[in-house]
């Protein structure tokens, strides 16, 4: 039976699940971890399922899905054109299919607006061809083909999706961005819902551990007292947050009773939702907690520097404030 919880209803009408399983288990893929993972979701009323080529897992999510027992009519599932492969749009997203062994998926993103040269996969410079723009108009093209039922983008500034939307046919269907009490990234949000589009929060806990300074606001004394008051977990508080203020969030986890605690919300107070909204006021809290910013010598994300995306960042990732 699916879980209880919204749907949001996107620009083609389509409704998209509030909860999903995120499934990017690191750079080997997860293999049978992976496919247990989303038959456990699934049995506990997951109906929604994000992955993505640069995932290495689509032959296992796949295999999740056929053997669930779930109708694949009940079921939503996302995956990603990866950078690689922005010049070859139609044959990556053949590929993707093959490797689920679907004839469609409901979402089909954009996973990054940078393109990587298939010869070599380093970054194409900003600018050149093919662009994003360019990359969009392929994908607009899908949507003739029945293969896509929606097609979207990730990692898109209000900068970024303000050039896409100037020489779009369609609008994307969903926007997946990190977010999270320390990113909650307030224009955005509001940029996207003036414009049809549903905000899509990737990494929703942040990081399971602090590494580099970076905070774990799970750990935070408001996030806990919500918890407490809420007979909850912080994780609950968090996701009942992103969802309660009208994104969809995609946590993972491998844990059958955090997998059921992730998609079990609770109702939070006017109050609660104003002390987490604040969280990134706090010393050190805005910012974002992926790794790549860390990694990066010369500040750039995949060959852009952050102007470039149009993230109001500096080096690590830490926001900017005006």
């Known amino acids: 039976m699916a879980a209880d919880i919204p749907s949001f209803t996107l620009n083609t009408g389509h409704k998209m699940p509030s909860v999903g399983m995120g499934c990017w288990l690191g750079p080997g893929g997860g293999g049978d971890v992976v496919e247990e993972m989303c ?24 295999k999740a899905i056929r053997e669930s027992g779930v109708p694949r009519s009940e079921i939503f599932l996302t995956t990603k054109l990866p950078n690689h492969h922005h010049d070859y749009v139609a044959g990556s997203l053949q590929e993707s299919l093959e490797k689920l062994g679907m004839d469609y998926v409901d979402l089909y993103l954009m996973h990054w607006p940078q393109a990587y ?47 896409l939307l100037k020489e779009a046919s369609v609008v994307p269907a969903t926007n997946q961005v990190e977010v999270h009490p320390c990113l909650p990234s307030f224009e955005l949000k509001q940029y996207c819902e003036d414009k049809g589009i549903v905000l899509t929060a990737y990494s929703p806990l942040g990081r399971p551990k602090e590494y580099d300074g970076k905070p774990v606001f799970l750990t935070d004394d408001d996030v806990v007292r919500i918890a407490k008051a809420h007979d909850a977990t912080p994780g609950q508080v968090a996701l009942s947050w992103g969802v309660q203020r009208g994104t969809v969030v995609i946590p993972k986890s491998e844990n059958p009773e955090r997998i059921k605690q992730n ?3 609770i109702k939070l107070s006017n109050e609660d939702m104003a002390a987490l909204d604040a969280i990134h006021r706090k010393p050190g809290m805005h910012r974002s907690l992926l790794r ?24 690590g990732g830490i926001v900017a404030d005006k």
Request: proline share 3%.
């Open 263 to 265: 998609i079990t919300l």
């Open 117 to 163: 040269s298939r010869t070599d996969n380093k970054p194409i410079p900003y600018g050149q061809s093919p662009t994003f723009l360019e990359t969009w108009k392929d994908m607009e093209k899908l949507l003739e083909t029945g293969k896509v039922r929606a097609i979207g983008v990730s990692n898109f500034s209000v900068k970024l999706l303000e050039m």
């Open 39 to 62: 038959k456990t979701a699934l049995k506990l009323g997951y109906r929604h399922i994000d992955t993505a080529y640069g995932y290495f897992n689509e032959e296992k999510v796949g």
């Open 292 to 315: 790549y910013h860390s990694n990066s010598q010369d500040g750039t994300v995949f060959g852009w520097t952050y102007e470039q995306m149009g993230w109001n960042m500096v080096k």
